[in-house]
């Protein structure tokens, strides 16, 4: 029996590096598809695994427990989730103002994943190069926002360069989880950080103005200065999973900061009298995109495939 780091999987096969640095190509046992585990894959990189060597291939028998994960709705109806990624220290949400649009929604979807499982996020705004005047406006406006609230916001040019030694330290001797939708610069960025991978990178389509897949299964990369990236294939909806709808506010936390000043202990912040979260909106000290955020995910169908 050996124990290793699950650093790549296909969905079908998985690549595990053990402490002596030898990398096993493993599949997965088949009970682990009939324990009650709603995914469309219940191991993930990231996770540490205990493998039995064999002739044949190697075969994973145990998943040790997680300390945290970062997981989404499935769009796949057959299954209800999908892990992007296990035993995360830090991750970046890698977000465009345009070149393609990232969306607040999309943001703070994943942000309050995130929250909720205890993982650390960091905004990092890529392409700044291409940014005209009313981009670098709404950059300005969406960075206000989000590090009002706490988040720290990069602006970087991984085409050109640009600040990229700023999140190389941010980097440096965690297991780092980049995501974002596709055509984002995740690819280029990852090339820049760590030089000889020669990751696929893909253009933007100029008439969708979205990205192409170029990366189809999740990886895990060691960072020569200390640390492991991993890079995932561009997400285009993130819907939520598994969240009570009581405990939503907990997610956003300049929500739940002020919450503590609503009337009732039980607020919603959508029709109750004296409600702080609503009185804070109204005179701006809460975002109206948060707030929307907020509520789209409460109000939010469980049945409900995913959203943008």
């Not at 079908?12 to 469309?40: A, L, N």
């Not at 933007?204 to 990886?219: A, D, P, Q, V």
Request: glycine content about 8%; charged content about 25%; proline content about 2%.
């Amino acid at each position: 029996m050996k124990e290793g780091l699950v650093i790549k999987s296909t969905g079908s096969w998985y690549t595990v590096k053990t402490s002596d640095g030898t990398i096993h190509d493993c599949r997965i046992k088949g009970r682990f598809r009939m324990e009650g585990i709603r995914t469309t894959n219940p191991i993930s990189v990231g996770d540490i695994v205990e493998f039995n060597e064999d002739k044949d291939a190697n075969v994973i028998v145990k998943i040790k427990d997680r300390k945290n994960y970062i997981i989404r709705k499935s769009t796949n109806l057959s299954k209800s989730s999908q892990i992007i990624a296990a035993n995360i220290d830090h991750a970046f949400l890698i977000v465009t103002v345009n070149y393609p649009l990232t969306t607040t929604t999309f943001i703070d979807r994943f942000l309050a994943a995130a929250e909720a499982y205890n993982i650390p996020v960091n905004l990092v705004f890529n392409k700044v190069d291409r940014y005209r005047p009313n981009d670098m406006e709404r950059l300005a406006e969406l960075k206000g926002i989000y590090e009002s609230i706490g988040y720290k916001c990069y602006e970087i040019s991984a085409k050109e360069g640009t600040h990229l030694e700023i999140i190389r330290e941010a980097l440096k001797g965690k297991i780092n989880l980049l995501s974002g939708h596709s055509g984002v610069g995740k690819s280029t960025l990852i090339n820049h950080i760590q030089p000889g991978l020669e990751l696929k990178t893909g253009e933007i389509s100029e008439s969708h103005s979205s990205g192409k897949h170029t990366t189809t299964f999740s990886e895990m990369f060691e960072l020569d200065f200390g640390g492991y990236i991993i890079d995932t294939p561009g997400i285009r909806g993130f819907g939520t999973f598994n969240m009570e709808k009581e405990e939503m506010s907990h997610f956003f936390l300049e929500i739940f900061k002020i919450s503590n000043s609503c009337q009732f202990n039980n607020c919603t912040h959508m029709h109750e009298p004296k409600c702080a979260v609503k009185e804070a909106v109204e005179i701006g000290k809460i975002s109206m995109t948060r707030y929307e955020s907020y509520l789209g995910m409460i109000m939010e169908d469980e049945d409900s495939k995913y959203r943008i």
